[in-house]
């Protein structure tokens, strides 16, 4: 006969083992612990012995013990990985994490209930500051959105109140204008500068409005159709050619399929490159407007002469608010080439750049057949 | 139709009256599943899910509407509306009990006898009420329920909720009559143990049975009585059956007390 025989050897595992074991009766009451969970709470056997489980858990841990692991228990015959706060002697949190398992007779009846007590106080620890640190993130990006909202929001509210006034002052111009009350040059020309700076104006709004629709989730929506395009691009560079009379625009337009597209806002696109080749390139030499169809492709181009586009700022061109350095009555809002290439995005197509001693040259590209999506 | 799908309903049985159940807070209607079947020989047996709970519709929850004990009655209601119940007995477990109650008071036609298993009118003392818990207790109790997630995840969501009875899913049902949205089982757990029905007690018209465990911690006998003193010509049965869920732990108890009543 060995000192360390079988059952001496079960013993100690039970009760020595490296986790709190304890059993439960069918009446609810606990029959046995093992001396791993007494030294752990602290709390003697014999106060173990013929009470409930809940009793020895926190409040909130008696509540979900009676609303969830007791049901549970009944329900499935076992309840894995529950995190349960024990209340040690000394009146401290013991959190641990606990299994258990009915045994039940052949019959079906409930012999006892086995319940294994993992220590988790690190865990536990761990997985409180995950669930508090994801808490505040929720909490962070549920006021930046709010924020964020509330910031598109005023942009476009702004927009909008800033073209009525706008149209005022144009109707005003123009009732001058048709009065033919005024007769002196220098008058006159005040007339033209009220007009360019309603134009200047009515587009800066335009970016306004375009950039916070394409920001409050639709993004820049799109009328396609079919129709030439060359009579849309031919008035654009009109329009520029007038805004601008002193610069000369050489166009070339090789359009020999249909272009299946948003006529406006490719048009608008187009305005924006112009643009900012006028803005931006040397004064004396011509901007170069072309579009062709080729390959598959719609391709539409505006190259200028003039100091190249720095390399630092070639990487954030087409950001919102972007500015190059220019001469302060120029100054844009810096969304201009920023909607041209959501534009060039809408499409399914994109914007690209690049900018030599001799050149800058922007491209758009997309294709003439739309993927099926 | 829409209701009945919302609140995962099922009926079986036979029989004029209807008997419905309803689960309280933490799992869902297999809380009955020991009680419920004991009366299809005799009556239309009604179960149903919270919504929020079990096999119900997520996508129906509200957090406005189920931000009060309200939202739960006018879903009971109109569940009933919607089977054509009349005279019907409402058995309400937990704080169905409570949901039950309000709903009798929306819409008395539909119930003609409740039975109220475990009922609290206020959780949280007040006074010279003793509900048993303290507002801190409370508090920690939500901060607890995030501390296990049953298996909870979102990815896992659908499965679940979209086949609650395909037992193939094995391993995967684990804890799925209790599991549910952690963000639902929080709000429903401050619903329930913020709600405060004593005023609502007295306006019960329709012949009311207690029944009241023993060693209750949710619902102590206390409790019981306070529920029992305020419903007017309300009746009281003391369960031997220990703990909050004698619909699971002591079904033959709970059967014989529904049947001696109704």
């Not at chain 1, 079960?10 to 007494?38: H, M, Q, W």
């Not at chain 1, 927009?159 to 009065?179: E, K, V």
């Not at chain 1, 181009?301 to 954030?316: S, T």
Request: some cysteine.
């Amino acid at each position: 006969m060995s000192e360390f025989g079988p059952v001496d050897e079960y013993k100690d595992l039970f009760e020595n083992a490296p986790c709190g074991y304890l059993t439960i009766g069918s009446d609810g009451r606990i029959t046995k612990v093992n001396a791993t969970l007494t030294a752990w709470t602290g709390i003697e056997t014999d106060k173990f012995i013929g009470r409930r489980l809940h009793q020895f858990l926190n409040m909130a841990g008696r509540i979900y013990y009676e609303t969830h692991i007791a049901p549970l228990l009944r329900m499935q015959g076992f309840f894995n990985e529950f995190a349960l706060d024990f209340e040690t002697a000394a009146g401290e949190r013991l959190p641990v994490i606990a299994n258990a398992a009915e045994r039940r007779n052949v019959d079906g009846t409930l012999l006892f209930t086995a319940v294994v007590v993992i220590k988790a106080t690190d865990r536990r620890r761990y997985e409180r500051q995950l669930v508090d640190s994801r808490s505040e993130l929720q909490k962070g990006l549920a006021t930046e959105r709010e924020t964020a909202e509330l910031r598109e929001q005023f942009i476009a509210v702004l927009g909008h109140d800033l073209r009525n006034p706008l149209a005022a002052i144009s109707a005003g111009a123009r009732i001058l204008q048709r009065s033919g009350a005024l007769q002196e040059h220098k008058h006159l020309r005040v007339l033209d500068m009220i007009n360019t700076t309603v134009t200047r104006m009515s587009d800066l709004i335009d970016h306004i409005l375009d950039f916070a629709r394409g920001r409050l989730g639709g993004g820049i929506t799109l009328s396609r159709d079919s129709r030439p395009l060359e009579p849309i691009l031919e008035q654009v560079v009109d329009e520029l050619r007038t805004a601008a009379p002193q610069r000369v625009i050489e166009t070339s337009f090789e359009l020999t399929e249909r272009v299946d597209c948003d006529r406006t806002r490719i048009g608008q696109l187009l305005s924006n490159l112009i643009g900012n080749a006028l803005t931006h390139g040397a004064a004396d030499q011509p901007v170069h407007v072309g579009a062709k169809t080729e390959g598959g492709v719609f391709e539409l181009w505006v190259a200028n002469a003039g100091e190249p586009i720095p390399a630092a700022a070639m990487e954030r061109l087409f950001e919102p608010f972007f500015r190059g350095e220019v001469r302060d009555s120029r100054q844009g809002l810096g969304l201009g080439l920023h909607i041209a290439s959501q534009i060039a995005q809408a499409h399914g197509g994109r914007l690209d750049v690049t900018s030599t001693p001799d050149e800058t040259r922007f491209v758009f590209k997309m294709p003439l057949v739309q993927p099926a999506s | 139709m829409e209701v009945l799908a919302r609140n995962n309903v099922h009926m079986s049985g036979r029989g004029e009256r209807a008997m419905v159940f309803a689960h309280g807070f933490g799992c869902d209607q297999n809380m009955w599943r020991f009680v419920a079947p004991e009366f299809e020989g005799d009556f239309k047996v009604v179960l149903f899910d919270h919504v929020g709970a079990g096999g119900s519709d997520l996508t129906a929850y509200d957090k406005t509407k189920y931000s009060t004990l309200h939202g739960y009655a006018d879903d009971v209601v109109e569940i009933g509306r919607a089977l054509g119940l009349k005279d019907a007995v409402f058995v309400g477990h937990s704080v169905s009990a409570m949901i039950g109650l309000l709903a009798s008071l929306k819409a008395p036609e539909l119930f003609g006898r409740m039975v109220l298993v475990g009922p609290s009118a206020r959780y949280i003392d007040d006074g010279d009420y003793v509900g048993g818990f303290s507002e801190k207790q409370i508090a920690e109790l939500l901060e607890f329920l995030e501390d296990n997630h049953m298996g909870w995840s979102a990815a896992m969501a659908p499965s679940i909720m979209g086949n609650p009875d395909r037992p193939e899913l094995g391993e995967e049902l684990t804890n799925s009559f209790c599991r549910t949205d952690p963000e639902i089982a929080k709000a429903f757990a401050r619903v329930t143990f913020t709600s405060d029905n004593r005023d609502d007690l007295d306006k019960v018209t329709i012949p009311t049975l207690i029944l009241q465990c023993s060693e209750d911690i949710i619902a102590s006998e206390e409790v019981g009585k306070f529920v029992r003193s305020r419903i007017p010509g309300s009746e009281i049965v003391f369960l031997k059956a220990t703990g909050h869920c004698p619909n699971l732990s002591a079904p033959a108890e709970v059967v014989s007390a529904i049947r001696a009543y109704v």
